[in-house]
């Protein structure tokens, strides 16, 4: 967990950055203007994560001790030295070695931030182990170029950068502004890395372009409370983890910070993912590259349903929050598909389409969940009725979650979350759970963020988390009226597959104070009357003094 001090770094930075950018901003859309900052931030880091190596690498070649050490001796004068040492620092395999993106000399931030006030038809002097020369056309077309090159460096990032700022016709100043605003961005904390610095900076501005955009923002961003839960509960510690809808990569980059808050390594998870729009896309593979995450998200954007990037893929941990209640979903090919095992979806609703092909998708003792909209837990059109059925009695449905409205920036449309698993038999420190379905009613949690937005407290995680792990362990767990209950199959059965929370908590108790409730509704009934009388006997005395005013009847 950050510390204190770089909560409060973190939280000033980005009240500073917001504020800063949003002024530069102008009447750019929102939509537009994200890909301008987040491709900038995107080059800052690569920039940086450069820098800091070259920085090593320096300090490497010049100590007697190292094995990389140049011994002046060899070179005759100074300038011959410090020209032995500025070519050694452009070897690709010392960056190699140490996984950083090789950033060409234009794409080097003080390159970048240098050339991007110099007017048009400037001609630049570019060294890049041989010198050559670069003429400014427009900030935009540099900025392009400085990815361009980034790209075709380093394959991993093929077709990952949006080059389009030529297009954007961002007012040079303000683009030059923008540039000057992002290289505030600190290098480092005294306990915060430039990765973590710029990882979170990319993920406060992607929350923040969720909220500006509205509706439209939803679709690549799930709010982080949303995620963190989920992630919490899947406890994905090790394997292969999956999103057939990934937005930005929202829960990737969670399963990250579980992972390393629990002492585990990064490396002992492989994440794969699959997005159809390719700006989404993009932000997704920019996002884990920030943070060092390797990532196979197909060849390129495409369609879960129709073109599925990862056919033959058998993940532990399947997680995604695919959009709601889509209606354009089918296509003819899809008829009688492998994956519609329990049943094949209407086709004007993609809710059990997402989660059987979530479900084709998980390993034999894997776990998943899935954001749906409410109407997935009781409704019956289109068939979806059999295939929940279908689910319970195959024993897949392992818990469900009502969630607190006003959870999402894009909709108002209530939500639950659905915990499915392929096998409940004791494994490790769970144990066998068959035949049994917790229930957990979460809607009165929450605060509100604002008058539009709710969002869930650490304490809020960790009552529904901690619920779920000790059902899961058969520790400490207790049925608790109007929160959570642990049903049997049977009980399913008898109220129609429906799988609503509510239909199985009950009502919360209320806290017994002793007195009979036949007295207790006399006393208070004598109360009211005695109010009501005392209320007449106040609009008597004030229509007697109107009247003496001269105002009365």
């Known amino acids: 967990m950050t510390d204190r001090s770089a909560q409060e770094f973190l939280r000033d930075l980005d009240r500073k950055l917001w504020s800063a950018a949003d002024q530069l901003r102008a009447s750019l859309d929102a939509a537009v203007y994200k890909h301008a900052v987040l491709g900038l931030i995107f080059l800052k880091y690569v920039s940086d994560?450069?820098?800091?190596?070259?920085?090593?690498?320096?300090?490497?070649?010049?100590?007697?001790?190292?094995?990389?050490?140049?011994d002046p001796?060899?070179?005759?004068?100074p300038a011959k030295y410090e020209a032995a040492i500025a070519a050694e620092l452009e070897d690709r395999d010392y960056y190699a070695e140490k996984n950083v993106f090789?950033?060409?000399?234009?794409?080097?931030?003080?390159?970048?931030?240098?050339?991007?006030k110099?007017?048009?038809?400037?001609?630049?002097t570019v060294k890049n182990g041989k010198t050559s020369k670069y003429k400014i056309t427009s900030t935009g077309k540099l900025i392009d170029d400085a990815l361009d090159a980034v790209e075709k460096e380093n394959p991993r990032l093929k077709n990952v950068l949006n080059k389009t700022y030529t297009q954007l016709q961002i007012n040079p100043s303000n683009l030059a502004g923008l540039i000057d605003l992002i290289a505030t961005i600190p290098f480092e904390h005294a306990n915060l890395h430039a990765k973590d610095i710029l990882g979170h900076v990319y993920e406060y501005f992607l929350g923040q372009f969720a909220l500006a955009e509205g509706k439209k923002g939803g679709q690549y961003f799930t709010p982080k409370s949303i995620v963190s839960l989920i992630v919490q509960m899947l406890e994905p510690y090790n394997g292969r983890v999956y999103d057939p809808a990934m937005g930005s990569g929202g829960f990737f980059v969670q399963s990250e910070k579980f992972i390393e808050e629990h002492g585990g390594k990064l490396g002992n998870i492989s994440v794969y993912g699959q997005e159809s729009n390719p700006t989404t896309w993009r932000l997704a593979a920019m996002n884990m590259a920030i943070r060092g995450i390797d990532f196979n998200f197909g060849k390129e954007p495409a369609n879960s349903f129709t073109q599925d990037q990862h056919p033959d893929l058998r993940a532990d941990y399947v997680m995604a929050n695919p959009p709601f209640n889509i209606s354009d979903w089918w296509d003819g090919k899809l008829e009688g598909d492998a994956r519609w095992k329990y049943g094949t979806p209407p086709k004007g609703n993609a809710n059990f389409a997402w989660l059987q092909h979530m479900l084709y998708h998980l390993a034999p003792?894997?776990?998943?969940?899935?954001?749906?909209?409410n109407g997935s837990m009781s409704s019956n059109s289109g068939g979806e009725g059999e295939i929940r059925q279908a689910l319970v009695e195959n024993d897949l449905v392992e818990c469900m979650v009502a969630l607190p409205g006003q959870l999402f920036t894009n909709t108002q449309i209530p939500a639950c979350i659905w915990f499915l698993t392929k096998s409940k038999k004791a494994r490790g420190e769970f144990r066998d759970r068959s035949g049994q379905v917790l229930f957990i009613d979460a809607r009165k949690i929450g605060y509100m963020v604002d008058r539009v937005l709710r969002a869930f407290t650490a304490e809020d995680l960790q009552k529904i988390v901690g619920t779920f792990a000790a059902w899961k362990r058969g520790k400490g767990y207790a049925d608790v009226p109007g929160?959570?209950?642990?049903?049997?199959?049977?009980?399913?059965?008898s109220h129609g597959y429906v799988l609503t929370p509510g239909r199985y908590v009950g009502a919360e108790e209320v806290e017994d104070d002793g007195e009979p409730f036949e007295e207790k509704m006399a006393r208070l009934v004598a109360e009211l009357n005695g109010q009501f009388a005392e209320s007449a006997k106040l609009e008597k005395a004030i229509k007697a003094n109107l009247g003496g005013l001269g105002y009365g009847n």
């Open 49 to 70: 994560s450069f820098a800091a190596r070259q920085a090593e690498i320096d300090k490497q070649l010049r100590n007697p001790k190292s094995d990389y050490y140049l």
């Open 73 to 77: 001796a060899d070179y005759g004068t």
């Open 102 to 116: 090789w950033v060409p000399a234009l794409a080097r931030w003080k390159t970048l931030q240098d050339s991007a």
């Open 118 to 124: 110099l007017p048009q038809g400037t001609e630049i």
């Open 365 to 373: 003792h894997g776990s998943m969940a899935l954001l749906l909209a």
């Open 483 to 493: 929160f959570c209950k642990s049903a049997k199959l049977v009980d399913m059965a």
